[in-house]
């Protein structure tokens, strides 16, 4: 964006959602922006789905506002350069986060408080989750016995990350850092599913990503928190009530569905329907509603 390179930004890195922003001047300080772009099945799909980026923020810093683990939003009381670098432009204003650069950890820490999605696949075929094993008789949607870490390999771009044991992740981050980070999302999924529940909404599964703070050596969240592309959440009073509804979830499912249908997965896939975009958008600002009020 050339709003953001005449103010010293200089972009170094673009994800499915996100692009990452990094300040010549301001080494220790990185600028994300989240997108509109909505992805499946390893595609970035058109049209985007409008307010999305915006949406994405606002939820991950309402979370980070109440989990008791450090995250990697910058303040001036970290760093000083935080009050300097703390205008962007209005473009982005809403979708941006200035955040400490982390050491970030190669796991994507997966938790899952419920068997549903590529879990309940997985069951069907050998009874297992991530190769855990689980109790015979569980349906679509069941509520696990205890919450399952399930961590995966953060792949290099453009490959598919890949599901691991926590004895692999142990062999490539080390037993403490392991450990730390299955305890830590745990106990963050645990609190999450609290706040949640208080709200009308289950926390059905979701993942988060840590890096370690260089200035603190601290284990510090990074990335997106909670938000409706991170993690599954379905509606309370529907999952309770039984029925065909009860595990529509809060999140672009209505794309993955419609893709699904009309999509074989080869070549490009088609242009995204007016009215699948604004469902999923509305299901995105309904989250937000039920959440943050």
Not at 82 to 105: F, G, I, Q
Not at 135 to 153: K, N, V, W
């Amino acid at each position: 964006m050339d709003a953001l390179s005449e103010l010293g930004w200089q972009h170094v890195y673009s994800g499915k959602v996100r692009d990452l922003y990094e300040h010549a001047d301001h080494p220790a300080l990185l600028l994300v922006v989240a997108s509109d772009r909505v992805s499946a099945f390893d595609h970035v799909l058109e049209p985007g789905i409008p307010g999305k980026g915006a949406l994405l923020t606002q939820l991950t810093r309402w979370w980070f506002a109440r989990l008791p683990m450090p995250n990697h939003l910058a303040t001036v009381a970290d760093l000083p350069a935080a009050a300097e670098l703390a205008e962007v432009p209005v473009e982005v204003a809403d979708r941006a986060m200035l955040v400490k650069r982390l050491d970030m950890h190669p796991i994507e820490c997966v938790v899952r408080g419920y068997l549903t999605g590529s879990g309940w696949a997985e069951y069907r075929e050998s009874g297992t989750v991530c190769g855990i094993a689980l109790p015979e008789g569980l349906s679509d949607g069941d509520r696990l016995p205890e919450p399952l870490y399930t961590p995966a390999f953060k792949a290099p771009m453009g490959e598919h990350d890949e599901n691991i044991s926590f004895e692999r992740s142990v062999e490539l981050v080390g037993v403490e850092v392991a450990t730390a980070l299955r305890d830590a999302s745990l106990a963050i999924f645990a609190t999450a599913s609290e706040i949640a529940l208080e709200r009308g909404v289950v926390l059905a599964d979701t993942k988060f990503e840590f890096g370690t703070d260089p200035a603190t050596g601290a284990l510090t969240l990074g990335d997106e928190v909670l938000t409706s592309d991170s993690s599954r959440y379905w509606d309370a009073e529907l999952y309770a009530a039984g029925g065909p509804s009860r595990l529509d979830s809060f999140d672009k499912q209505i794309v993955r569905n419609w893709l699904a249908a009309n999509w074989d997965r080869t070549g490009e896939p088609p242009a995204l329907p007016p009215e699948i975009v604004e469902r999923t958008a509305a299901r995105y600002r309904e989250l937000i509603d039920r959440l943050c009020g």
